[in-house]
């Protein structure tokens, strides 16, 4: 189901794709607009937008997950990336205050797992940040952009999943109600598509921002576990099998 980076870095590199990212990106920030002094942890393909936050936190990392490759981050500092196994994160318990997790839950097999292993990591009264397509918006029925690939979420599908997984949400906001058309011309009209959008409240939105905290009071079962080694991201895109 994983999306390889190259294509996701390739579509971030796009007119459609530096849209989309600064249309998610005010969304993030609407959410998150103070992080100072603390650790924000991004899962999945996260670099477009921890760099609203790199200046302003303590710590700032970046952990993509071992089925879709992992790129340097930042790419002229010293890299804070890593290519993970998303149900091993190597990270203590509540190591990170905040989880941004983009292109991270609708790629995985195991959905609960990953979100079961961010409850560990996040400090007690952490806050997890979740950006995944809207299976009703067209962004997800189109597989030109890599939010037509994995499996997209309802409003009720993505909120039952964060209860399953011991949090407990407390803010929603929607973004892309622009349609996922490259032609420059078009992308002109994005702002005004998405200031529609919004005072509408339209459901066809092509992604959901849900905002969560963890659930402190849950205890989750102890198990023995093999710590993995963090393997950084040295090379300008490393691919998750050999000879690609």
């Given at each position: 189901m994983s999306i390889d980076v190259v294509d996701l870095r390739n579509f971030y590199g796009q007119p459609l794709g530096k849209v989309a990212r600064r249309i998610i990106g005010r969304g993030v920030r609407a959410h998150w607009r103070d992080t100072g002094g603390e650790r924000v942890l991004g899962i999945g393909y996260?670099?477009?937008?921890?760099?609203?936050?790199?200046?302003?936190?303590?710590?700032?990392?970046?952990?993509?997950?071992?089925?879709?490759?992992?790129?340097?981050?930042?790419?002229?500092?010293?890299?804070?990336?890593?290519?993970?196994?998303?149900?091993?994160?190597?990270?203590?318990?509540?190591?990170?205050?905040?989880?941004?997790?983009?292109?991270?839950?609708?790629?995985?097999?195991?959905?609960?797992?990953?979100?079961?292993?961010?409850?560990?990591?996040?400090?007690?009264?952490?806050?997890?940040?979740?950006?995944?397509?809207?299976?009703?918006?067209?962004?997800?029925?189109?597989?030109?952009?890599?939010?037509?690939?994995?499996?997209?979420?309802?409003?009720?599908?993505?909120?039952?999943?964060?209860r399953e997984t011991w949090f407990s949400p407390t803010g929603w906001s929607e973004a892309l109600y622009v349609p996922p058309v490259s032609r420059s011309w078009f992308l002109r009209s994005a702002v005004a598509w998405e200031r529609t959008g919004a005072t509408l409240s339209a459901p066809f939105a092509g992604v959901h921002l849900v905002e969560a905290t963890k659930q402190v009071y849950r205890a989750i079962p102890t198990r023995r576990r093999e710590r993995r080694v963090l393997v950084p991201a040295l090379e300008p895109a490393l691919s998750p099998t050999p000879g690609v």
């Open positions: 996260t670099p477009p937008y921890l760099g609203l936050f790199r200046e302003e936190a303590e710590r700032c990392l970046a952990f993509m997950p071992a089925a879709q490759g992992v790129v340097k981050w930042p790419t002229a500092r010293p890299s804070l990336a890593a290519l993970v196994d998303e149900n091993e994160l190597p990270l203590t318990d509540g190591a990170v205050d905040r989880v941004l997790m983009v292109h991270a839950i609708e790629m995985t097999h195991d959905p609960a797992g990953m979100l079961r292993e961010v409850w560990r990591v996040l400090a007690s009264g952490g806050r997890l940040l979740a950006v995944v397509p809207n299976r009703r918006g067209v962004w997800a029925r189109t597989d030109n952009t890599p939010f037509g690939h994995g499996r997209p979420y309802s409003r009720s599908q993505i909120n039952q999943l964060l």
